[in-house]
Structures are given as C-alpha cells and as structure tokens.
C-alpha cells in the first residue's frame, strides 16, 4: 500500500526565516505526491503536487517541494515565512487503481512566531 | 466558480441517531470523496464515488454509507451513531478523467455526537 509519513508533529520557526516541513513516502512505482494545507476549521486548501520533471516544485503561496528520490522525501519548504502561515500541512500520495483518492500522512502544525 | 460546498456546517445529534452529510462538487467534476478528520487521528478515507456508483471504501464499518446522485452531488450517511464518529467530514471533488489530478476540498461539516 502507499504511503506517506511525516516524522514532525510540530515545526517552530521564526518569522522571516525559512520553513521547512518533512515528508518521506513508500510506494510502489511512480509516486504521485501533493501537500494541502488546513487553516482553523478550515478545509483542506492544494499548495502543490510532484507528477513527474523537475524535482524542485513551486505551488501556491511562495511554497514549493523537492522530491528526493533516492531518499523517498518530498520536503515542503519556504523560502521566508509568514505569521500567517501557521497552519496545519498535511502531505499525500495517489492511491494506484483509486481514481484520485489520496491517503494522508499525520499532519504537521506549523507555528511561526513573530 | 464555486467551490465544493457543503452542509451543514455543523450538526449535533444524540448516540443512536442517524446524520445525513451533503456535498455538491465543483461543476464538471465527476468524482466525490469524503473524509473523516477525528482529533488526533487525521485524515481518513471513508468512501469514493464517480458517475454515480461507490468505487472504493475505507476501512469503516457497514453503518457509513453514501450514494452520489445524478448531478453528481453526494450524500453521506451515518447510522446508528457513537460517540467516536465525532469529527469533521470532508468532502473533496476531482475529474476523473483528466490525469493526475489534485482533490479540492470543501470547508467541512463537523458533526458532534453526545
């Protein structure tokens, strides 16, 4: 079966300094791969999805992703965050033979402090 | 254009009753999924529906059920309720038939069972 982990509970960072947010995947064959973000009682908003190319993606909001495979990662980074990017991060992996369905990893909360 | 919108946004119901969950998906997206965000669990997989049929189920019991209508809305279903099925229901819409394809999301209903 796919999946996705996400070794980090909690990410504490500085304002103005760069985020980064830890994604390791397992699955066979090609991986398909996105990260989502959730605000407060919020639904889950697309940041960015790695297919295939570039192993450096660029989404949504400054954010972008590295796919590593050798390593099975596929890290959520910021350049320089924001207050306002305190949030939840949750990254997933197509399902194969599943349509578009994802499965999740655990979540990261992203606390940025001014 | 509107985005997959859902109701209610909250629903409170005694253990033992049902609750009924509705989702209208992003005009043209064939596919609806919903999820279950319990605190402290993340996401998971409850149920996948395209052109009408179920095409994958999670690992939920019998008692979470669904159907997708023939505007492509969805409908979900919960009898006999316990106190665990406390949670936020996402639902999510995507084409089927146009790639990989990233899952949007609607801003939930959370249901509170006491």
């Known amino acids: 079966a796919q999946s996705v982990a996400q070794p980090e509970d909690q990410v504490n960072v500085a304002e103005g300094n760069p985020l980064t947010v830890k994604c390791t995947y397992s699955v066979s064959g090609n991986p398909y791969l996105f990260w989502y973000v959730q605000y407060p009682n919020r639904g889950l908003q697309f940041l960015l999805k790695y297919i295939t190319g570039d192993n450096l993606v660029k989404g949504s909001y400054g954010f972008e992703a590295e796919f590593n495979k050798s390593q099975t990662s596929f890290h959520l980074k910021k350049p320089s965050a924001l207050v306002s990017d305190s949030a939840l991060y949750f990254c997933a992996v197509r399902e194969r033979a599943a349509g578009n369905k994802l499965t999740f990893g655990g979540g990261t909360r992203v606390l940025v402090k001014p | 254009e509107a985005g997959v919108t859902q109701s209610p946004t909250h629903l409170i119901k005694t253990r033992g009753q049902q609750a009924t969950l509705r989702c209208s998906p992003i005009s043209g997206h064939t596919s609806v999924y919903w999820y279950q965000q319990a605190l402290g669990l993340g996401l998971q997989f409850l149920l996948w529906?395209?052109?009408?049929?179920?095409?994958n189920r999670g690992n939920f019991p019998p008692r979470f059920s669904g159907r997708q209508f023939p505007n492509y809305s969805s409908e979900l279903n919960v009898n006999a309720l316990e106190l665990e099925d406390s949670a936020l229901y996402l639902c999510a819409s995507s084409f089927q038939d146009r790639g990989i394809g990233e899952l949007f999301f609607g801003e939930g209903s959370r249901l509170t069972v006491l």
């Open positions: 529906y395209d052109e009408g049929e179920e095409r």
